[in-house]
């Protein structure tokens, strides 16, 4: 039975409630779900051991045209190349033949890394808790239940200074184009906010995964750097190709995040390459 949600998404033994369902999506998206769960089928058969949505789609808050497909796919055995191509041939078709969603994107991992003890607070709380079940055995059966404390945020967020010499390097990399600076705005702005989140979570005591709360649940212990997250929030709604934000995002705001996140809650056990 499901439990009710009193605040801030945690149950009533202060647990995380899963915060997604099917009787969420919102009927303009019903088409595009009921294609991805037979395509998802179709291109993984046997090899697949259960499917998930997640995102804004299943939690009722997609908008139409500018809200993507998130999904996520844990195979029988761990993906191979041939999976992931078959992915991104899966995420190019939705996307082409369904106007509703602005791009689709597709996770693959497989059940034993998703209960590993290695993921437990990472892939396997993601499963448990922000993924809603589409085909399947629903892995989170396995897992166990979660609290907002200081494990679940190092284990979710504690690895941003392992991550800024990539970005630079993707930053680096990009065309000299707002077409191809504003999809790494909406990533590291969204990322970012994630991260400032989950430094704050443990004192703030519950879960959101509205951008626009998780920056002023920040703003309240960090004030000096509030309007940063709320700038960052609204870019991963709105991004633009502004060259200036990811030259910030990579000098000034997340290398002091991630500083700051160690000091607090410590680093993410590492993991292999």
């Known amino acids: 039975m499901?439990?009710?949600?009193?605040?801030?998404?945690?149950?009533?033994?202060?647990?995380?409630?899963r915060e997604g369902s099917l009787g969420r999506v919102p009927r303009a998206f019903s088409a595009v779900v009921a294609a991805a769960r037979d395509r998802v089928l179709d291109v993984f058969g046997a090899r697949m051991h259960s499917a998930y949505l997640y995102g804004s789609i299943p939690r009722g808050t997609a908008r139409v045209g500018r809200?993507?497909?998130?999904?996520l796919v844990a195979l029988r055995e761990e993906p191979s190349d041939a999976d992931r191509a078959d992915a991104r041939a899966l995420d190019e078709a939705l996307d082409k033949e369904f106007a509703q969603i602005?791009?689709?994107?597709?996770?693959?991992?497989?059940?034993?890394?998703?209960l590993s003890d290695l993921e437990r607070y990472d892939g396997g709380w993601f499963v448990a808790c922000l993924c809603t079940p589409l085909l399947g055995e629903d892995l989170a059966e396995y897992l166990p239940r979660y609290r907002p404390d200081t494990l679940l945020a190092r284990e979710t967020n504690g690895d941003l200074g392992l991550l800024l010499p990539r970005?630079?390097?993707?930053?680096?990399?990009?065309?000299?184009?707002?077409?191809?600076?504003?999809?790494?705005?909406?990533?590291?702005s969204r990322h970012l906010v994630r991260t400032g989140f989950t430094l704050v979570m443990p004192r703030w005591d519950g879960w959101t995964s509205d951008l626009g709360e998780m920056a002023e649940a920040f703003g309240a212990y960090y004030p000096a750097r509030a309007e940063q997250l709320r700038a960052s929030a609204v870019l991963g709604y709105e991004p633009t190709g502004d060259a200036g934000v990811l030259r910030s995002y990579v000098e000034d705001l997340g290398p002091w995040l991630a500083e700051e996140y160690a000091r607090v809650h410590g680093i993410k056990a590492p993991r292999p390459d």
């Open 2 to 17: 499901t439990e009710t949600v009193l605040r801030r998404g945690l149950d009533a033994q202060g647990y995380i409630a």
């Open 67 to 71: 809200s993507d497909l998130d999904l």
């Open 102 to 114: 602005d791009g689709a994107g597709t996770l693959l991992s497989s059940r034993r890394q998703l």
């Open 167 to 188: 970005w630079r390097a993707r930053i680096a990399d990009a065309d000299d184009s707002d077409d191809a600076r504003r999809p790494l705005v909406r990533f590291m």
